[in-house]
């Protein structure tokens, strides 16, 4: 339970610092990208909050359309600059929202700031999108908004792309399983202290039809059960708990959604995360881009504030690397994962096919740019071909570009033995 929920926006707390770099480090790729498509663009915060904390610093709203603002003053079309609607979404602090984002009035647009409950506004809002690019930023104050009923619906209304970035406590949800189930949980290490889990309408739960029924809602399914049992027959502790629930949660949205990618927030190696940022998207192009901005910030997260100036194995031993999930693998442990998942595909291969569907399979492993050095190294064996388009630069080299983007194309073509 949240310690002083009066306090919430007082200051803004390193774990706020952190989502909010991990969307605005995305959106600007994201939305010059779907500019450049010439198509409109609907984003939405659904749990907004004030926009500004009380200590001056940017909230979510402002960064968003810090981010807008920039892009679209930076992309222009032969029918004009592009549309990027916005809407934010808050039912205790509208009004101070309205104020702490008006100086974003201007030619780009009137920010939309709704009253009320995300749960009742926000299928209105999108039932008349259709054709539209839709992102939405769910930061819920509690677990009870996550209901995976209303995700299976926006699946539904036909818009052009849909993405979501979705807070999701976890542990917190594990453990209210546990309280559901009458299960004792306070002896384990996993599970202490979790009051530093800050929510501002903590989900209160009890061992009722109504309670379990919720987190089924939540969940997506009665999954969690089966990984509780196992958790109070000591087959698996409560970090392996927490990772299992999360595995087939994602799994869950992967029925209705293409690419579901998350990354685990925590300030030390070894720490419990303190939630996990999840990316649920239908299209590669948005896998992708997530993929590289969560590894950018995973390793700034490293190196800035979990390493503290330390050495780590992964410096001393250039083989090997950190996941995501800060376990360590070695190069040779990617390339056979790589070699496997590359024999997948019966023919061609886009470079970006191929990494968003590496990445949606095994998690977030390394940088891309290791993967890079594997598959040249696998063209050197004579294992596969990369064909760039175009295949020289202006200046008659060989082109030796990566990234797909306007006018550039990788396949990957494996040849057969």
């Not at 992309?75 to 974003?104: H, K, M, P, W």
């Not at 800050?198 to 399914?221: C, F, H, M, N, W």
Request: neutral net charge; aromatic residues 10%; contains cysteine.
């Amino acid at each position: 339970m949240a310690k002083d929920n009066k306090n919430f926006f007082k200051t803004k707390n390193s774990w706020s610092e952190i989502k909010d770099q991990l969307l605005g480090c995305y959106l600007t790729p994201y939305f010059q990208k779907v500019l450049m498509t010439g198509q409109p663009i609907f984003y939405v915060d659904c749990f907004a909050g004030k926009g500004k904390f009380d200590d001056g610093k940017d909230g979510s709203p402002r960064i968003a359309l810090q981010v807008r603002d920039g892009c679209l003053s930076r992309t222009t079309l032969g029918n004009g600059r592009g549309q990027i609607d916005t809407c934010f979404i808050d039912l205790n602090y509208a009004q101070e929202l309205s104020v702490n984002i008006a100086d974003f009035d201007n030619a780009n647009g009137r920010p939309n700031v709704i009253s009320g409950k995300y749960e009742d506004k926000i299928e209105g809002l999108l039932s008349g999108k259709r054709g539209v690019n839709v992102f939405l930023y769910i930061d819920p104050y509690g677990i009870r908004a996550l209901d995976s009923g209303l995700f299976d619906k926006f699946e539904t209304y036909g818009f052009r792309t849909l993405e979501m970035l979705i807070n999701f406590n976890s542990f917190g949800f594990f453990r209210d399983t546990c309280r559901v189930m009458k299960v004792d949980y306070q002896n384990d290490e996993a599970l202490q202290d979790l009051d530093d889990l800050v929510e501002y309408e903590p989900t209160k739960v009890s061992a009722t039809k109504q309670s379990e029924d919720l987190l089924t809602r939540i969940a997506g399914g009665d999954y969690w059960k089966a990984i509780v049992t196992n958790y109070n027959e000591g087959r698996i502790n409560g970090f392996q708990a927490e990772k299992r629930l999360s595995a087939e949660y994602k799994q869950r949205l992967r029925q209705r959604y293409g690419y579901v990618l998350d990354m685990p927030i925590r300030l030390k190696p070894g720490q419990r995360p303190k939630y996990r940022m999840i990316h649920v998207c239908d299209h590669e192009d948005g896998c992708f881009l997530m993929a590289q901005n969560m590894q950018k910030r995973k390793d700034e997260l490293f190196i800035n504030v979990q390493q503290e100036g330390q050495l780590s194995l992964i410096d001393v031993v250039p083989t090997m690397t950190s996941t995501a999930e800060n376990e360590l693998v070695t190069t040779d442990e990617i390339k056979a994962k790589l070699k496997e998942h590359l024999a997948r595909f019966s023919g061609d291969v886009r470079i970006t096919t191929l990494l968003a569907t590496f990445v949606n399979d095994y998690g977030l492993l390394c940088q891309f740019r290791m993967i890079y050095d594997i598959l040249e190294e696998m063209k050197s064996c004579g294992m596969i071909d990369i064909e760039r388009t175009p295949a020289v630069t202006i200046t008659g080299k060989q082109s030796a570009f990566w990234e797909e983007t306007k006018g550039k194309q990788i396949v990957i073509r494996r040849i057969k033995p």
